[in-house]
């Protein structure tokens, strides 16, 4: 595999970062680009006669997506190199690979005897010639199917057809491949043109690499359910209570709640099978995170797979939704696959590709407004709202509106104390509704001091606190983050309090403190992550706290992402927890609400930001340089 990723890396790959307004060239003969905004999408055109991708006998040649790339970070692994049987690349399709005991056969082919046709759905109707079937195997060709493709900016729609059947088995499929500024979306058409019934198992391998990069330790699969595997996947069991996973580990690939985490280079690693919990209703869903370079793609389909199968090799990891798609002859099914990208920093309701959501956008969207796919003034990359329902309206203009002249799309708080204050018992959110009442300080005044960002509250390590109640409510498990400075008077011999974010009783609360050893440490209930880098030093720090659950409704302690001065932190000891039903009404900042836990807060903090949404490291890095000249 070596060979392999020399040659990805040497690839004349000139859709390089920064250039993705620019037009970019295919890397392979015989595809076309789609494009909505920076989404850039290769598919090859089967009716191109230089096109060799997927043209053999097993996957099929209909939307075959070769690459993606999102402001301008790749997300597939896909070789320019190869034969044109090649299937290390991209998204191919393939129906009835059956090749574990438990996976359908093509249609027919266990009913006839040698000689006789059966239907490989998405390629055509073949001979069978052995007694068992074989993916790899090379049928005789009967027919295969024809497979045309309408052609638009940001879409393209494939029809396959049969003319014949295979002892009563036919087919007529359909595929639009749609891009939607940082989604690609597959919708499928299959119609049983045939006279019997049958039932196929549809999944496509998804060769997922991150910028080039090989699979190995950061890189993450989660579920947004508790799954079984077969294997086994041993959850990460260190000696001792705490666990670090921060080191390399014997292991290749262990379990953290509803993930697979890789720990090491991927090699050995056997293909896994996930399954969902029979009881499970919620969203089909798949995310895989690679947090070297802050990519994250998710893949979702709109009818539960029977399994997940995650293919691991060195270069890829593919994990791959088996759906299971019955048929009754004359009928059609219909389902979808959504990949949604994901980089750091990239603002999706931004129409023009800047950056910015602005004026600019506000007139592009202006200049299409109502207009649909097809149109001559189609702007896909105005569809920026949720629905992604291929028109531009007011849904598209609210989206805009939310994100409008917020810098590098980073979202407002939903409370902000500056500390700027120089009197008084009251600290004054900036944005207005939540005032924050000072207990225990100095009559005197003394206690705003100059800060990283003009003032600041210094608190005096025994009885000094500050409270806010009332905040708003945050649905069960949604993203949030926190973010402040801190600069202790002197070094942590015990762990300090620095705030706590909830309720005093009841539900687990968060709490930010300092611990013994001068490390960041967030815990919630009996969970905790503690970061790498010191922050008890005595100088000044910014440090975040932000929770991006990869399902909303759902959370755990290692979905906790920790920063310092504005840099991810490798997770330093963790214990998990489900945080699902942590509560956010109440702040208490600077003592504990259990002082036999940890001592109050002694130093100074600054700039004390909340907000209902999960930084980005873009985003931390925004706030933490606008308190710094
Ligand atoms: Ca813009
Ligand atoms: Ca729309
Ligand atoms: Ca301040």
Redesign the pocket.
Known sequence: MASILVVAASLPWVWAIGTFAAEPLPAHVGTRLLQSGSLVIEVGDPEAADCRWNKGLRFSPVANVLRAQLHGQEFLYSPVAGGALTYLGGLPMEFDIGQEAFQPDPPGYNEGANGDPFLKIGVGILRRNASAYSFSASYPVVELARTTAAWQKDRAHFVQTLAGDARGYSCHLEEDVIVKNDRLILNYLLRNTGTKPFTTEQYLHDFLSFSGRGVGPNVRLSFPYDFTTNPVVLPWQPSGRVRDIGMAAATVYTRIANSIEFMDKATGVPKIWVYRPQDYAGPELCAVDFADTQQRMTIETSIPAVYTGIWTTDYQVSPEQFLLISVAPGAEARWTRTYTFYVDGFVPQDVTGDNAVDANDLARLSSTWLRRPGDQTWEPAG???A???????L??LAALARQWRQAGGLASPIAHWKFDETAGAMAFDERGPYPAVLRNFPADGSQWVAGISGGALRFDGIDDAVEIGDLPTLAPGTPRALTAWIKLSEKPTANRAVLTWGEPAGSPSWRLEVDANRRLRFSCGAGYAVASRVVGDTEWHHVTVAIDPVVPGTSHTSDIRLYIDARPQTVYEMKEQDLTACLTESLQIGVPYDPAASQPFYGMIDDLRLYDTALCPAHVRRIHDAAIP
């Open positions: 569809d920026v709202s629905a992604k329902d291929d028109r531009i309206d849904q598209d």
